[in-house]
């Protein structure tokens, strides 16, 4: 066995590092949390495929046997949180839990993928069974079990895993707070400054949300402690800059786009997403559209931009 995957361990917490495919220098390594009560063991998100021998290992590490996973806690629908469900689910009999609103894209990994690439403006050329499967493995683990807001999961000793709903980067996402260790683990509602990717979000609005309750819960709920999934914890206070950070990421892009589409009239949806994908130093590919399509839905409610021919021009 070579080093250990277990990357953090704080309260009830112990935290699983996985590496991506075309991993970024290992910065975008996706996390994944073993929490442990007295009575029940749960796994917040399966990760991606390709991090299943880490999976694996880590359950080694701590000391567990697979048997021992009773539940399997659901972040988001994306490929690198859900990509073990199938395999997991057979191999441990977990329960697996998460939000109704993307269960079904839990249930099909076909629809999943598409979901995203139907945004590709080159997706006919998208072999979405090589692309996806190092990511999710060929069988599916459905949810078992909805939970909203307020909702929580009882590991025994005084464990217990409330649900906290963080929409915007998906619109079917949540989080977790457990209060005796002030910890709050969630995914991907933050992402981190050195992400290669545009910031990810499917309503601007519902992301901005976010981000004022994630500051609300941190204060309210006096948390110690916020475990994400692609970066090391933060303690509150770094937490809270994060939180600031993303919200001004977001509007760079919103202003951005409005930039082009002001100096740029009739400006298609492929071209603002390369633009604004340059302007910021981020990769050019399909999952900056689901932002910019976003957005230019938002500006169109607003009254702000007007479709002409293929593109978008500002309302005089
Ligand atoms: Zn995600």
Redesign the pocket.
């Known amino acids: 066995m070579g080093s250990s995957v277990i990357s953090c361990t704080l309260g009830p917490f112990s935290t699983v590092s996985m590496g991506l495919p075309g991993d970024h220098e290992g910065k975008t390594a996706t996390r994944t949390f073993f929490v442990q009560g007295k009575d029940r063991l749960a796994l917040i998100d399966s990760g991606l495929r390709a991090g299943y021998p880490a999976l694996e290992q880590g359950f080694a590490e701590l000391g567990f046997k697979k048997s021992d996973l009773d539940l399997l806690l659901i972040?988001?629908?994306?490929m690198?949180?859900i990509g073990n469900n199938g395999p997991l689910k057979r191999e441990t009999g977990c329960r697996v839990i998460g939000h109704a609103a993307r269960a079904d894209r839990v249930a099909d990994n076909m629809l999943n993928a598409k979901s995203i690439v139907h945004a590709f403006p080159e997706g006919t050329e998208f072999d979405l069974d090589s692309e996806y499967l190092d990511w999710m493995a060929p069988d599916e683990g459905p949810l078992d079990e909805f939970v909203s807001d307020g909702d929580a999961a009882d590991l025994g000793g005084g464990i217990e895993l409330e649900v906290v709903e963080c929409f915007g980067?998906?619109m079917g996402?949540i989080g977790f707070f457990e209060r005796s260790s002030r910890t709050l683990a969630i995914?991907?509602p933050l992402?981190p400054v050195f992400n290669p990717v545009l910031y990810?979000y499917e309503d601007p609005a519902a992301m901005r949300a976010t981000f004022d309750k994630l500051e609300r819960f941190v204060a309210e709920r006096d948390v110690a402690t916020v475990l994400l999934?692609h970066e090391e914890p933060r303690s509150a206070e770094s937490a809270l800059e994060l939180v600031a950070d993303c919200r001004s990421r977001v509007d760079a892009i919103e202003d951005s786009m409005m930039q082009c589409i002001r100096e740029q009239p009739g400006i298609t949806r492929a071209e603002l997403r390369d633009a604004v994908c340059d302007k910021f130093e981020k990769v050019r590919e399909w999952r900056a559209l689901v932002s910019i399509e976003a957005s230019l839905r938002s500006f169109d409610e607003q009254g702000l931009i007007r479709k002409t021919g293929h593109g978008w021009t500002i309302t005089e």
Do not use: V
Request: charged share 30%; aromatic share 0%; hydrophobic share 30%.
């Open positions: 972040t988001h629908e994306h690198d949180h980067h998906s996402e995914a991907d992402l990810l999934a």
